[in-house]
């Protein structure tokens, strides 16, 4: 793209940044209203704006251009992410809504950590543009299936757009919701942190091809992806707050070695950066059953909340 447009790198990754930026602010207006106005729509809505943002990413002429649409394409994406846990919540209670989140966070962590993998063996065969183009197909399926949803929600609030929007202060009132969600926030925070950095760390850092840099990823994307499930495995033979505080411990010594041997070369550092995404996923379940459990009432306001927070550190971080 870089060389495309003629411009530098660093603006060409403002496609990056200011998607996890607007990613995270199309979650606080998607959450609110899902309360209002119901599941369905708004998840519906979002999908036609990234859709039809994908397919303007594939035709854009000009660096800004792709960034103005790489905005739209977060926010409108971003709707899907608002009310995935709200649906959840409205439709499961107890040890089967914990279960039922550990397979929808899996999920989550798929797209991040799949992407580069997919991305990278693709591009001997299309250009960027056609990786566009495929993530808006790929945005035509679920909007299929949100076309079979029935609504989930199971009362909506009242009020206007504004009323709607302080719903997010009101569940931030709720101190315990806010406790856990700035402790947990900072394992998403790490683990986009990375995901955001990594197209750096194995191409620039240590030289590798983008074939290689898919590879190098997929030692942590498989971790990624199976931490939830490790996590319900653990529940039925350890207490949760022992998985979790055994989680954050593993992470705080992967994170030594990755700072002790992470420089030695790219397998080093991928195998010292394990652990903590397999115990960062595996915790996410827990923290996001711990957060909505405190909602009685906002559940779409307090599913964006739990989403935006680690988005938005790793936003200022990318800056």
Known sequence: MADLFGVPASLTNLTLILFFLFFSLGLLFWGPFSDMYGRRPVLLLGLVVYIIASFGCAASWGIWPLIVFRILQAAGGSAASAVSMAMVKDLYEGRRQESVLAIVQSMVVITPAVAPILGASMLPYTSWRGLFLTLAFIGVVPFIGGRLLEETAPSRSTGSVTEAVRRLGVVLSNPRFTYLRVIFSLVSTA?????????????????????????????????????????????????????????????????????????????????????????????????????????????????????????????????
């Open 191 to 319: 683990s986009l942190a990375f995901v955001l950095a990594s197209s750096y760390i194995y191409p620039e850092g240590f030289g590798l091809s983008e074939q290689w840099y898919s590879l190098y990823f997929a030692l942590n994307a498989v971790a990624l992806i199976w931490g939830p499930f490790l996590y319900l495995w653990l529940t039925r033979r350890v207490s949760r707050r022992k998985i979790v505080a055994a989680g954050f411990a593993v992470m705080a010594v992967s994170g030594l070695l990755v700072c002790l041997f992470g420089v030695a070369g790219p397998l080093r550092f991928a195998l010292a950066l394990l652990p903590a995404s397999l115990m960062g996923s595996s915790v996410r379940p827990e923290g996001a059953f711990l957060m909505l459990d405190q909602q009685r009432e906002d559940t779409g306001s307090a599913s964006a909340l739990i989403n935006s927070a680690g988005l938005v550190l790793v936003f200022l971080a990318g800056k």
